[in-house]
C-alpha cells in the first residue's frame, strides 16, 4: 500500500525524493522472486537431525464461478475429474514429505479455489494419506475454506466427520450490492444461515473473511457494518483491506472509471478504527490482518509467519523446506494449470515447475519480513535457531544502529532482551519498517 508507505516516510522524515526509491525497495524485495527448473528430486532417507515440525497446504483450484477481485489460481470446469485429482494430490503430498524434512505435521489447510467443492470423502482419503506417512500432532488443526452458499448444513457435518476441525467462511462483505459487485455466488442470509449451520459442528473454530475499503464504501458505511460482524464474530476474524489486482473485471471496472475507491486516508482510518473496535470487543490483533479471541490464533498461518517448514500440493501451490539431503531451505512452486499439474504428477510424482535454492541472506530476510507481521514479532531465539549461520540478533539488531534507533525513537519499534517486535503504531506501517531494517 504507496499510500502507508509514503505515511511511515513522512514519520521519519524521508524526503519526497528518496521516498520512489524506497517504495522501489519493499515491492522489489516482496515481489522480486527468480527460480531456476527442477530437473528431479531426489528419494527420501534417512537423517540425524532433529525431527522438524511443518505444516502442509493443499490446493483445490475449482471454483462454481469467478470472483470479480480474485486473481488467485482457480478455474471454472465442468468437467472436474474429482477421482484423478485427489490420486494426483496423494502422490504429490507423499512424494514431498519422503523429500523433506518434516517428520511432525502439525496443521494442514485446505484453501482455493473452492475447497469444500470437494468431496468429504476425498478430504479424509488425503488426511489419512497424511497420518500414514509422518505423524500427527495430537491437537492438529484441520482447516477447510467453505463459501457460504446455501444448504451447506448436510456436508458441514460429513467434514466434521472427515478430519476437519477448523472453517474459515469467506463472507467477504454483508451487503448484498458488493456481493454482486464481486460475483459471490452467496447472499447475506446465506452467509449468516452457514455461520448459524457451522456453529452447530464447529463452534469456536470458525473464522470469517471480511473484506473492507470496497468500491464506494464510506468510513461510516463501514462503522456500521464493522459492529455487525463484531456481532456475529465467533473467534477468529481475518481482515483484508481491497486489492485490486491487474487483469481482473474489478480493476477493468475501476480503470473505465464505473467505480471509485475510498481514498487513501479514509482506508487508514477504517483499518485503525477496525484494530481499535476488535480490541474493545477482546477480538485482538495477533498479525496484521488477523484477529482472535485468545486462544483461537490460528495455528497454520502463525506457522508461516514464524518460518515453520510447509509444503503446498495441488496447481500452483508453493513449498518452503529444508530438503533431507542438503542444510539449505528450498523454495518450490507448482505447474498452475490442473491438468498440466496432473500430467507433471503422474510422470514425476510432483508437480513441481521451479526450484530455488535460498541462500542464508534470503532466508534471513523471509524470517525478519514473516514475523515482524505478528504482534509478539521476531524472538531472538529463533533468529539465532533458524538462520545460525547469519550474524546472531544482539549484535545486528541493538539500538546502536542508527535505522534501529531512528525507528525506535519514533514508536514504532521495540527490542529488549527478548527480541523485536513492532509496537501497534509501527504494524500499521510494518512494511515499510521492514524495507529500512532490510538495510542494515
Known amino acids: ?23 522501489k525497495a519493499v515491492f522489489k524485495f516482496v515481489y522480486n522472486c527468480s527460480f531456476r527448473k527442477s530437473a528431479e528430486l531426489p528419494p527420501r532417507f534417512s537423517s540425524d537431525k532433529a525431527a522438524e515440525k511443518g505444516i502442509i497446504y493443499v490446493h483445490w483450484p475449482y471454483c462454481s464461478q469467478l470472483c470479480t477481485y480474485c486473481n488467485f489460481n ?33 496443521s494442514v489447510y485446505f484453501g482455493g479455489g473452492t475447497p469444500s467443492l470437494a468431496e468429504p470423502l476425498a478430504i479424509e482419503t488425503i488426511l489419512a494419506t497424511i497420518s500414514k506417512l509422518v505423524p500427527t500432532s495430537p491437537n492438529i488443526e484441520v482447516s477447510l475454506e467453505v463459501n457460504p452458499t446455501s444448504g451447506q448444513l448436510h456436508k458441514l457435518k460429513h467434514f466434521k466427520h472427515a478430519g476437519i476441525n477448523r472453517l474459515s467462511i469467506g463472507m467477504q462483505s454483508l451487503r448484498n450490492k458488493d456481493l454482486k459487485l464481486f460475483n459471490r455466488d452467496h447472499s447475506t442470509q446465506d452467509a449468516l444461515r452457514t455461520l448459524e449451520d ?58 473505465k472509471g464505473e467505480l471509485c475507491l475510498p481514498a487513501s486516508e479514509e482506508l487508514a482510518d477504517m483499518y485503525e478504527y477496525s484494530v481499535d473496535e476488535l ?47 542438503q542444510s539449505g531451505y528450498c523454495h518450490s512452486v507448482n505447474t ?30 523471509e524470517i525478519l519480513t514473516t514475523s515482524l507481521r505478528t504482534t509478539k514479532g521476531l524472538y531472538a531465539k529463533t533468529w539465532d535457531k533458524l538462520v545460525p549461520d547469519v550474524q546472531q540478533f544482539s549484535s545486528l539488531f541493538n539500538d546502536g544502529h542508527e535505522n534501529v534507533r531512528h525507528l525506535c525513537q519514533n514508536g ?7 527480541g523485536m517486535r513492532a509496537t501497534m503504531k509501527g504494524l500499521n506501517v510494518i512494511d515499510a519498517i521492514v524495507v529500512e531494517l532490510l538495510s542494515i
Not at 11 to 16: C, G, H, R
Not at 80 to 96: A, F, M, P
Not at 215 to 229: D, N, R, T
Request: glycine share 6%.
Open 74 to 106: 482457480k478455474y471454472v470446469s465442468r468437467d472436474v475429474k474429482h477421482n484423478d485429482l485427489v490420486s494426483c494430490l496423494i502422490q504429490e503430498v507423499t512424494t514431498l514429505l519422503r523429500m523433506s524434512s518434516i517428520d511432525e505435521v502439525t
Open 336 to 365: 498452475l494449470e490442473p491438468k498440466q499439474w496432473m500430467t507433471k504428477v503422474y510422470h514425476d510424482g510432483h508437480g513441481i515447475q521451479f526450484l530455488k535454492h535460498l541462500s542464508k541472506k534470503e532466508r534471513a530476510e
Open 279 to 325: 480490541q474493545q470487543a477482546e477480538i485482538l490483533r495477533y498479525e496484521v490482518s488477523n484477529f482472535s479471541k485468545m486462544g483461537a490464533e490460528c495455528q497454520h498461518s502463525l506457522s508461516y509467519w514464524t518460518g515453520r517448514d510447509y509444503i503446498g500440493i495441488g496447481p500452483g501451490a508453493h513449498s518452503r523446506f529444508i530438503a533431507r539431503h
Open 198 to 255: 457451522a456453529s452447530s459442528f464447529f463452534k469456536g473454530r470458525i473464522s470469517i473473511d471480511m473484506i473492507f475499503g470496497r468500491p464506494g464504501q464510506s468510513f461510516l458505511e463501514w462503522k456500521q457494518e464493522l459492529s455487525e460482524v463484531i456481532q456475529i464474530c465467533d473467534q477468529h476474524l481475518s481482515l483484508y483491506q481491497l486489492t485490486v489486482e491487474l487483469g481482473t473485471p474489478l480493476a477493468k471496472m475501476i480503470q
Open 412 to 418: 514504532l519499534l521495540v527490542i529488549d532482551e527478548h
Open 1 to 23: 500500500n504507496r499510500f502507508i508507505i509514503n505515511r511511515f516516510l513522512s514519520a521519519m522524515n524521508i524526503w519526497p525524493s528518496c521516498r520512489a526509491r524506497t517504495q
